[in-house]
């Protein structure tokens, strides 16, 4: 089955810096790649996604890029902000219907002003 | 919309007791999901459903059941609880149409 690897645990960054994430995947035939954003105590909110038809995609400080010859994907933040802390896990899927998020274990991003 | 409810926030159970997870969504989206997030790690798929009536076992199915008698409600059922089961529970819903999923905010459960 699919397998989804995510680095670092942990960042820690200045704010105003750049944080960028990245994830592997095993199962070629995953073409479905979300990012969830998770603050404490509550559950997993999707912050941004991409398909495999597609290299990269942007949506205001955020972005997420996509080899699909390497499989890995990464989540880019730009101009970090203390609101940015949080839990960030990535998932991948083969969008079919009721298929599973595989998701990684987490990262835990700190953003100190 | 409240979006996707889940009670009870927090739960000790001792070993061997039984208990209900409830979820609840008012979007009316037809599938539902049972995740599990142990410390450190992403979350698991424990069930899913597809719509009414209809239910099937995701990666870590072992010592737990469900039900779906309605589009609104998943609940979640420990029959014998065990350590192992200790963790924080998420209920996810979405669309046929969609991916992106709603979470809910959780039950910790702590099994002792």
């Known amino acids: 089955g699919e397998n989804v690897e995510q680095h670092p645990s942990t960042l820690s960054v200045q704010e105003g810096d750049s944080a960028v994430i990245k994830c592997t995947y095993s199962?070629?035939?995953?073409?479905?790649f979300p990012w969830y954003k998770q603050e404490l105590g509550k559950g997993p909110q999707l912050i941004i996604d991409i398909r495999s038809n597609v290299g990269e995609k942007k949506d205001q400080r955020i972005a997420v890029t996509l080899n699909k010859t390497a499989k890995h994907f990464s989540l880019h933040i730009t101009e970090t902000q203390p609101e940015d802390s949080a839990v960030y896990f990535c998932a991948a899927s083969k969008e079919q219907a009721g298929t599973a998020l595989i998701f990684g274990k987490g990262t835990t991003l700190s953003v100190s002003s | 919309n409240a979006g996707v409810t889940q009670t009870p926030k927090f739960r000790i159970l001792k070993i061997g007791q039984s208990m209900t997870l409830q979820c609840t969504q008012d979007?009316?989206?037809?599938?539902m999901y049972w995740y599990r997030q142990d410390p450190g790690m992403g979350l698991k798929l424990i069930y899913y459903s597809v719509g009414a009536g209809i239910t099937d076992k995701g990666e870590v199915p072992n010592g737990y059941n469900v039900s779906r008698s309605t589009t609104e409600d998943f609940p979640l059922r420990l029959e014998l609880a065990a350590p192992s089961q200790t963790s924080v529970y998420f209920c996810?819903?979405?669309?046929?149409?969609?991916?992106?999923?709603?979470f809910g905010p959780g039950t910790r459960l702590t099994v002792t």
């Open positions: 996810a819903s979405t669309l046929p149409s969609s991916d992106e999923q709603y």
């Open positions: 199962d070629s035939a995953s073409n479905y």
């Open positions: 979007m009316n989206h037809n599938y």
